[in-house]
Each structure stands twice: as C-alpha cells, then as structure tokens.
C-alpha cells in the first residue's frame, strides 16, 4: 500500500476510530449475533445473518484501518511553507469566471469536500499541487468538464 500523508489531528482521529472499534464496537456487534441468535433456526434466521454482515464490515473496517495507520507519514507542520501548495496548506483559489472557494488540502483519508478540505488526489487537490500564488492548474472534473483555477492565497 502506498504511504498515507495525514496530519497529526488526522492521525489522532484514526487512532481514535480504530481504539473504538476494536472496543465498543466489537462488543456492540457481539451482542446483536447474541440477540439474533435468540431468535431459532440459524439457517432462517435474517437478523443473525444481518448480524453477522456487520460484523464483517467491521472487522474490514478496523483492517483497513489498521493498514492505513501502518503507512502513514505525519506532516511535521513546522516544515510546510507557504510558498506553494501542498498537502497541509489552506488555499484561496479562483476559477476562470472568478468565483472564489478556499479549500484546505488533505490527504486522501483526511478529505471532507463538505467542510473545505479536499484531497491532494480530487481533481481540483492535483490540479493545483506545487502551484505558488498567481499560478494557474487544469482541473478535469468526474464529468469531463476542464475547469482552470487560480491560486490566490496560500497559509499553512
């Protein structure tokens, strides 16, 4: 697997989703396989068999969680600057018809488009990757659309 670049609150939350899991979650997920088992003949049975799927969803979730937190690569925020984009900075960015969108970039596992982060990997995030202020990036959005932005700010 590749590496993951997060930041440290990135890494704190993952952290802190995989201790829930391996914890509150198994146990809850237990408990409905111990419920559902209550309910007769297995082999008729829908609910152990729900049970049972999310039980596995978890137990891949916690997996993938796992593997993840193997390859990660934490930002040492003292060393990112403001000179060009990458993953860390807080950009002010303008398309062609001049609307505005400020966009923190994240790595991929970190990225929340509805709250501004978006990921270094999006469209938009590898369009503008290593660009300074006043440098424009070609952005070929999931419809085909070509969309030019121009980075107007840049800030850790």
């Known amino acids: 697997m590749k590496e993951v ?3 440290s609150e990135g890494l704190k939350k993952l952290q802190e989703e995989l201790e ?26 829908s609910e152990y068999d729900e049970a049972k799927n999310d039980q596995a969803m978890l137990e891949a979730r916690i997996a ?11 930002l040492d925020e ?11 900075s807080k950009v002010r ?8 969108y400020n966009y923190a970039i994240a790595g991929a596992t970190e990225a929340d488009p509805f709250h501004g982060k978006i990921s270094d990997e999006s469209p ?9 202020v006043g440098e424009t990036g070609e952005a070929v ?13 840049i800030s850790k």
């Open 5 to 7: 670049v997060m930041t």
């Open 141 to 153: 959005l999931p419809n085909g659309t070509i969309v030019n932005y121009t980075v107007l700010e």
């Open 124 to 132: 938009v995030g590898k369009a503008i990757i290593g660009l300074r």
């Open 78 to 88: 003292s060393e990112l600057s403001s000179e060009h984009v990458h993953v860390g």
């Open 64 to 74: 993938e969680l796992e593997v993840q937190l193997k390859n990660v690569r934490v």
């Open 93 to 100: 960015i303008a398309d062609a018809n001049g609307k505005e």
């Open 20 to 45: 829930y899991l391996k914890t509150e979650g198994r146990d809850q997920a237990a408990e409905k396989i111990r419920i559902a088992r209550g309910f007769g003949d297995l082999s008729e049975n």
